[in-house]
């Protein structure tokens, strides 16, 4: 069935340094979505990516999908401590709704 | 914005007993929602989808004689873990989908099971 990798699975940073994680798919998507999840919390939803090649940019944060629509980043430019919790990328392959997510990437930033 | 609302936010059982989750959809019609599983430190695995007036899609691996979909109306969903056992403790949480096609979370439900 598809899948979704998500690497790393953690990173450790200090305050003002950079952080991207990355995304593959196994399969081509019709689109991408990035979801944050602090701890206890439920997945909020931070941006969803439909068209190949696209960027799109809130703030700090940096997402790209690639040309084949297999693959996606998150960057996130100075990280901040309030940047701290978990992110997940999720794939729709079908435009349906049904997401894979991937195994997220648990960021903590050292003040 | 579109509110998922899930019902409990937490709730404790014992072993053998049934619980029911509750996902509505505040301001919108969901045509089809969703299930996901979250053990601790792990990623949401979906379990089913659910759409209006029909029987459940559920994903392999998860039986659903012990957790049962019922989407009776465009607002409301609800999944029944059957007696449930310590090992079905997790973070459950339903999205829902309205006809704009974006999607919505609730704010899950963790259940544990003594």
């Known amino acids: 069935g598809q899948q979704v990798m998500q690497i790393p699975q953690y990173q450790h940073v200090q305050e003002g340094e950079d952080f991207t994680t990355y995304c593959n798919s196994s399969?081509?998507?019709?689109?991408i979505q990035w979801y944050k999840q602090r701890p206890g919390g439920h997945p909020v939803f931070l941006i969803q990516?439909?068209?190949?090649?696209e960027v799109k940019k809130q703030k700090r944060l940096t997402f790209q999908f690639g040309e084949a629509k297999k693959n996606s980043s998150l960057h996130i430019t100075a990280t901040q401590t309030t940047d701290v919790g978990t992110y997940f990328c999720?794939?729709?392959?079908?435009?349906?709704?049904?997401?894979?997510f991937g195994q997220g990437t648990t960021l903590q930033v050292k003040p | 914005g579109a509110v998922v609302s899930q019902h409990p936010s937490r709730v404790i059982c014992k072993s053998g007993t049934s619980v029911k989750i509750e996902c509505r959809s505040l301001?919108?019609?969901?045509?089809?929602m969703f299930w996901y599983r979250q053990f601790p430190k792990q990623s949401l695995m979906l379990m089913a989808t659910?759409?209006?007036?029909?029987?459940?899609?559920?994903e392999q691996g998860v039986e659903k004689d012990k957790f049962l979909i019922n989407h009776a109306s465009l607002t409301l969903s609800t999944l029944t873990v059957t007696s449930a056992h310590p090992e079905d403790s997790s973070f459950y949480i339903c999205?829902?989908?309205?006809?704009?096609?974006?999607?919505?979370f609730g704010s899950g439900t963790q259940l544990s099971v003594l």
């Open positions: 999205s829902a989908r309205g006809t704009l096609e974006k999607l919505f």
């Open positions: 399969t081509t998507l019709s689109n």
């Open positions: 990516l439909v068209k190949s090649g």
């Open positions: 999720a794939g729709d392959s079908s435009n349906t709704g049904k997401l894979i």
């Open positions: 301001d919108f019609q969901a045509t089809t």
């Open positions: 659910s759409n209006e007036g029909s029987k459940a899609t559920y």
